[in-house]
């Protein structure tokens, strides 16, 4: 488990800017140290009139932890720095809400947790009420918009070797890029939904199918999956089942939906028929 230690440093006045650079000096030194994670340096805000730096390390493990303070790197380090700083260094780890406080002691887990309770609940339940209704499919129509914008752009230019890749006839090949680029711009728009969200969905069913067939794993950092046009699949699906939402061509032509298909069927044919009878 990673071991998160923050380490506070008071610099003498007029040391400032030479604490930092050789902070920063040693923090290159320090990363190639086996076992350290990361490391960053919180300086004062500017106007400020404190000079204390913090710094955030994060460790592999204690035993790791121990082996970098234990050597001849960090002990070079503190001899130079002792030039640069009053007293002595202050040391805590961090494993919750005690980063935010500036107690030798940390407090107690139960505090943190109903600290923690207290601030995601209500936050969570008034993005839900306010934003969520507002926004609704917007982030995820434009995620799945660009991306298929992008696959769709990419396969275009090479559509031999796509054709190729999936056995298919190039006719076929080019009519699945083309549904893939305008089906995300589509979905961007937020006009024709369903439509563009299904002819997506589609292409990756049979993405998902063909990888499927040849073996493919779920998941395989190394190589291809099919865990990526499965996702996109579900997405498809779920947009075309709920619709653009309120930040959509759809919902400025044909009105919001409902829950019920009916009235919405009913109240698109009614805004159709009646944009037709005043062209």
């Known amino acids: 488990m ?28 320090s990363l190639d140290h086996l076992g350290v994670l990361g490391v960053h340096l919180i300086s004062p805000p500017p106007g400020a009139n404190s000079r204390e730096y913090g710094i955030l390390r994060t460790f592999t493990s204690e035993h790791e932890r121990d082996a ?28 919750g809400l005690e980063a935010w406080f500036r107690t030798v002691d940390p407090p107690a887990r139960w505090k943190m947790a ?6 995601v609940w209500p ?4 993005v839900g009420t306010l934003i969520g209704p507002r926004v609704s499919n917007f982030p995820i129509r434009l995620f799945v918009g660009f991306a298929f914008i992008q696959h769709g752009t990419g396969k275009l230019m090479h559509p031999s070797e796509f054709a190729a890749e999936f056995g298919i006839p190039v006719w076929l090949a080019l009519a699945t890029m083309s549904t ?6 589509l979905l961007i728009l937020g006009a024709l939904t369903p439509l563009a969200a299904l002819g997506i969905a589609g292409t990756m069913f049979t993405a998902t199918v063909f990888l499927i067939d040849r073996g493919e794993p779920f998941i395989n950092p ?21 619709g653009a939402g309120p930040w959509s061509l759809d919902a400025w032509l044909f009105g919001r939906r409902s829950n019920n298909p009916a009235v919405d069927i009913n109240r698109i044919a009614r805004n159709v028929t ?3 009878a005043r062209v």
Request: with cysteine; proline share 1%.
């Open 2 to 29: 990673p071991i998160h230690a923050a380490i506070t440093r008071k610099v003498k006045a007029g040391n400032e800017r030479a604490f930092e650079d050789s902070l920063r000096e040693f923090f290159q030194s």
């Open 68 to 95: 970098f303070y234990r050597s001849d790197l960090f002990g070079r380090w503190q001899k130079h720095v002792a030039e640069l700083t009053e007293g002595e260094r202050t040391y805590r780890e961090l494993h």
């Open 114 to 119: 109903l600290l923690t309770w207290l601030g």
């Open 123 to 126: 936050t969570s339940l008034l």
């Open 180 to 185: 893939q680029l305008i089906g995300g711009i």
């Open 222 to 242: 190394a190589g291809h999956s099919w865990e990526n046009s499965a996702f996109y699949l579900v997405a498809g699906i779920c947009l075309a089942l709920s």
């Open 274 to 276: 009646g944009r037709l």
